[in-house]
């Protein structure tokens, strides 16, 4: 259900197991994984998960101090119920690495600790990057050798839920960053104490949200496009600020134009459900969900609406998405829509896929290349000319 790992950096070497945290001289930070969160954020209110133990070495190279969190998926206590509770957990306030030595002192460790979310972020063509969502921190607190403190309303769970995109694939990550406070100085201890006065919580943006009801509830539309026998209200600068095209339609030389007589614009060529999707993504910067069984297709339909009004992030998202689609079937529909329009890492990708001499032949026996025959001769003359070589 879960799983941990950390890191860390400073001065000293860091330690490492498949159990500590990588921690420098005074500070660290450990991953705790929770995965399959749909089973297990209905446990009753007071109801905890807790990471294994973690070890953040100290300054002195015999000693640290072992930790763990405790997660309560719907709050501690009563007056948590519905809402995220995270602890942090003093298990030890100090252990003995020395080979012969094992022993455990009770004492007090000073420490300051922050929880955070981690999201991962991957736009297309580029690597992924992971950010922090959602963070808190703590005041500078003194712990005792079992001891914890704890934010009881961390975040309310549905906000969690629809709100941070901390959840993907029914999975989670929250990260505790921990600095012990104790190998430093009086002048220092004070200062840090000072500086780390409990912080605001400040909840992700949120834009994309409002202007997806403002889509949904067609409040305040000036424009309605009839798509598919549909007709479809919606707000002409939000579109314009989104889209060239739009802005030419509504505020440029195209607004006299006769497919926009009386604030009804008649969209040609497209299907309600591809236009209602590109409508989303004009407003939110997301796409909606969309059913497995038809997503390629969507796609590419997708990425037709994109280049058709000057949507380029649009355009490169459909492109990645549709490279993971390629094979010996499909590739010869994707590559005519990547010729057609100007697609270049998509056409990459397939011409890539054909470079072996028995899948190019695979594919110039399929329907699919009669289509690229007749669309696009000079691209089928290319690849028999690679088929040929």
């Known amino acids: 259900m879960s799983s941990a790992s950390g890191s860390g950096s400073g001065r000293g070497k860091p330690s490492r197991s498949s159990s500590t945290i990588v921690a420098g001289n005074v500070g660290g930070y450990h991953d705790l994984k929770i995965d399959g969160y749909s089973r297990i954020k ?42 995220i509770s995270l602890s ?38 580029f690597r992924k990057r992971t950010e922090k969502v959602n963070s808190r921190s703590s005041a500078v607190r003194r712990f005792r050798s079992y001891g914890s403190f704890v934010f009881e309303k961390f975040i309310k769970r549905s906000f969690l839920e629809e709100s941070t995109g901390a959840i993907k694939n029914d999975s989670l990550t929250i990260r505790c960053d921990i600095v012990v406070l104790d190998d430093l100085g009086p002048e220092e201890e004070a200062a840090a104490a000072e500086a780390t006065a409990p912080t605001t919580f400040v909840p992700p943006p949120d834009l994309h949200r409002h202007l997806a009801d403002l889509l949904k509830t067609g409040k305040g539309a000036d424009v309605v ?34 497919n926009n007589a009386g604030g009804v614009v008649r969209v040609d060529d497209m299907d309600a459900q591809v236009f209602k999707a590109l409508l989303c993504f004009l407003y939110t910067d997301l796409l909606p969900e969309m059913s497995k069984k038809d997503e390629d297709v969507m796609y590419q339909h997708m990425l037709v609406a994109a280049d058709r009004y000057g949507i380029e992030r649009l355009k490169l998202i459909c492109e990645d998405k549709l490279c993971k689609y390629i094979d010996v079937g499909k590739v010869a529909t994707v590559l005519t829509l990547a010729e057609q329009h100007n697609c270049h890492w ?22 699919g290349f009669e289509h690229l025959s007749s669309s696009c001769p000079s691209l089928k003359t290319a690849l028999v000319a690679m088929l040929a070589s």
């Open 88 to 125: 942090l957990i003093l298990d030890e306030a100090l252990i003995e690495f020395e080979e012969e030595e094992e022993e455990e002192e009770e004492g007090e460790v000073m420490a300051q600790f922050q929880f955070a979310f981690m999201v991962e972020h991957r736009d297309p063509f």
């Open 42 to 83: 209905g446990l009753p209110t007071g109801v905890l998960l807790r990471s294994s133990p973690f070890t953040l070495k100290a300054s002195s190279a015999t000693g640290g101090h072992r930790w763990s969190i405790a997660f309560y998926p719907n709050g501690r206590g009563a007056e948590s119920e519905g809402y």
């Open 346 to 367: 998509l056409k990459k990708a397939c011409l890539d896929f054909l470079s072996a001499p028995a899948i190019l032949k695979a594919v110039m026996a399929s329907d």
């Open 225 to 258: 496009f009839q798509v598919g026998g549909e007709m479809l209200p919606a707000h002409g600068c939000v579109l314009a600020a989104r889209s060239p095209v739009f802005s030419a339609e509504f505020f440029g030389a195209m607004k006299e134009s006769d």
